[in-house]
C-alpha cells in the first residue's frame, strides 16, 4: 500500500516540478532568482521521475532499505549547498560573485574527493547496511565513519544558511527602504518560512537516512514537493529591487567644482531636492526611486542617500511616503467621495493594500475611510 502511495506521490512531484520550473522560466522578467529556483525545481523534478521509473521497475532498493547510504548523502549535500545559495542570491545579488560560489561548494567537493579519492586509491570496501545497529557495529571503517563526517557537512550548509539568510535580511531591508519608495513590492516576509521549510524537510531527510523505508522516502517526498511548490508560488510574485540598478547607466561619482566638495553643498542639495519633490511631484510615479534622484541631481548612491538619510533625518522611503500620503490627503480633502484605489493610484502606489498600509502608519491608525469621512462631516 505504501509503496503504490510512493509511486503515486513520485510521479506526481516529477510533475509538478518541471511544470513550476518552466513556469519560472518563461516569466522570469529579468529576476535571477527565477531563473536559479527554475533549474533547481526542474532537477528535483528529473530526480524524482528517475525514482519513480526505478521504484516501477525495481531496480532503487538500496535507497529505501540502505541506511546512511553515501550517495544519498551527497546528494542531500548538493541540495543543501543549492538552498544555501539561492536565499543569498536574493537577499544580496549584487555583492554575489563566483568567488562566494566556489567557497560555499567547496565542503561539498571535499567531502566527494575524500570519500571516493581514498576508497579508489586503497580499494576500500563500502557497505549497504540495513540496520542503525550495523551501521554502528562496523564503525572503525572508513567508508562508514566518513558518513558522518558527510552528515556534518550537510547540517553546516544547514546551520549556515540560516545564518546567512538572517544577516542579509537586515541588509536586504536596509537597501529597500533607502531605495524603493515603498516595502510591498519587494517584500520578503515569506524568508523565515523558507528557512522552517529548509528546517522540516532536512529534518525528514535525516529520517529517512537513519530508517531507510519507503514511509520515510514518502515523508520526506511530500514534505520536499510542498516546499517546493511552495517557494515557486512566492518566487513567481516576487520582484528584486536589484533590477533597478541594471535598468539604468551607473551613476559617474559627483565632481566637485574647484573649491568645493559635497559637504559645502549638503544643504544646497538637500534645498534642491524639497523643491523638486514639492514642486515637480516626481513620487506620484509608480516607478519613482532614488534612483530617480540620483539622475536628476547627478550623484551617486552613496550622497543622495545620506541627503536623505542626514538632510532629511529620515530615509528615502519614509520621506517619499509621507509626500504621497500629504498629497493623498489633499485629494480626499477635495472630493471626499473618490475611491480610495482611484487615490491609491493618483499618490503612486500600485495597490490599494499598499495605499492603505501606508496612510494608516502616517496617521496614526487611522484609514483613508475615516478621513474622507471626517472631511464630510467638517
Known amino acids: 500500500m505504501i509503496e503504490t502511495v510512493l509511486k503515486t506521490s513520485l510521479c506526481v512531484s516529477s510533475t509538478i516540478c518541471p511544470w513550476s520550473a518552466l513556469l519560472l522560466a518563461v516569466n522570469w522578467q529579468g529576476v535571477k532568482q527565477r531563473r536559479w529556483l527554475s533549474l533547481v525545481l526542474f532537477l528535483w523534478g528529473v530526480a524524482w521521475a528517475l525514482r519513480a521509473y526505478g521504484l516501477i521497475g525495481g531496480n532503487t532498493s538500496p535507497l529505501y532499505n540502505a541506511v546512511l547510504q553515501p550517495g544519498l548523502i551527497l546528494l542531500g ?145 511530500i514534505a520536499a514537493c510542498i516546499f517546493l511548490a511552495w517557494l515557486a508560488t512566492k518566487v513567481m510574485v516576487y520582484n528584486s529591487p536589484y533590477i533597478l540598478d541594471r535598468t539604468y547607466d551607473v551613476i559617474p561619482e559627483l565632481v566637485p567644482a574647484k573649491g568645493e566638495d559635497f559637504n559645502s553643498k549638503f544643504d544646497w542639495y538637500r534645498l534642491q531636492i524639497e523643491m523638486w519633490l514639492e514642486n515637480d511631484k516626481p513620487y506620484l510615479s509608480v516607478d519613482f526611486n532614488l534612483k530617480n534622484v540620483m539622475i536628476h541631481f547627478g550623484l551617486n548612491r552613496t550622497y543622495a542617500s545620506r541627503i536623505f538619510n542626514e538632510g532629511f533625518g529620515r530615509s528615502f522611503i519614509i520621506v517619499v511616503r509621507e509626500y504621497r500620503i500629504g498629497y493623498a490627503k489633499k485629494v480626499i480633502e477635495t472630493n471626499p467621495s473618490i475611491s480610495m484605489t482611484e487615490v491609491a493610484h493618483l499618490c503612486g502606489y500600485s495597490t490599494v493594500q499598499a495605499f492603505h498600509k501606508a496612510f494608516v502608519y502616517c496617521n496614526n491608525g487611522l484609514t483613508p475611510g475615516k478621513y474622507a469621512l471626517s472631511c464630510v462631516n467638517k
Open 77 to 221: 549535500i548538493v541540495a543543501g549547498f543549492t538552498f544555501l545559495v539561492w536565499p543569498i542570491t536574493v537577499l544580496n545579488e549584487p555583492k554575489t560573485n563566483k568567488r562566494q560560489l566556489i567557497m560555499f561548494c567547496l565542503p561539498f567537493l571535499l567531502c566527494a574527493s575524500i570519500y571516493y579519492g581514498i576508497i579508489g586509491m586503497f580499494g576500500l570496501r563500502q557497505f549497504n547496511l540495513t540496520t542503525l545497529s550495523e551501521f554502528w557495529s562496523h564503525i572503525s571503517y572508513f567508508s562508514i565513519w566518513f558518513r558522518l563526517v558527510m552528515c556534518a557537512c550537510l547540517l553546516g550548509y544547514l546551520i549556515c544558511t540560516i545564518k546567512l539568510t538572517i544577516r542579509y535580511i537586515n541588509c536586504y531591508n536596509r537597501y529597500v527602504e533607502e531605495t524603493c519608495p515603498e516595502y510591498e513590492e519587494y517584500s520578503i516576509n515569506w524568508m523565515p518560512k523558507y528557512l522552517f521549510g529548509l528546517v522540516a524537510i532536512t529534518i525528514f531527510f535525516f529520517i529517512h537516512l537513519c530508517f531507510a523505508s519507503y514511509l520515510t522516502f514518502l515523508c520526506h517526498n
